[in-house]
């Protein structure tokens, strides 16, 4: 059996400001923005390429047993994988990301600058609710790795 990660919800507190952020300046495709119940809506975009999805999500009710639902920006960690970090850099900052400048783990740690060594350049950067996400150089496409 496959266990495929498809969506990942990302806690925000304004869906519309952050459905702007993810489409405009992130470039993420808005796959469905739609009111399943009164009071509950989704918009779910992809990142181009991927094969995941992010959700925003208001309304929904948690289901039964469930922790409560994590707080607008307190997501971390979510990783997106590109292979030319320059290129990426730069559409976002076109776009008017604020993104951190390439980086790579040095001997002092964290250094100014891409990496010689394959998956180890990364930029970062945030939405508008704090949601932290890591941007890492891969030495192909995901299809041919």
């Keep these: 059996m496959e ?3 498809e969506v990942v919800s990302v806690p925000v507190s304004d869906v519309d400001r952050a459905k702007a952020f993810y489409a405009d300046q992130v470039g993420f495709k808005v796959d469905l ?12 975009l992809t990142p181009p390429g991927s094969r995941c999805s992010v959700a925003l999500i208001t309304g929904m009710p948690k289901p039964p047993g469930a922790p409560d639902p994590a707080a607008p920006g307190s997501l971390r960690g979510l990783q997106l994988c590109v292979t030319d970090i320059g290129a ?14 390439v980086l790579h ?22 939405d508008p609710d704090g949601n932290a996400w890591n941007v890492q150089e891969a030495p192909a496409p995901l299809s041919e790795r």
């Excluded at 559409?91 to 951190?100: A, F």
């Excluded at 783990?105 to 945030?126: K, L, N, P, V, Y």
């Design 3 to 5: 266990w495929t990660l």
């Design 33 to 44: 923005d739609t009111e399943v119940a009164p009071g509950i809506r989704i918009v779910q």
């Design 88 to 101: 990426a850099r730069a559409e976002l900052v076109s776009r008017g990301v604020d993104v951190s400048p």
């Design 105 to 126: 783990m040095g001997a002092q740690g964290w250094a100014e600058g891409r990496s010689e060594a394959d998956w180890s350049s990364f930029m970062h950067f945030t």
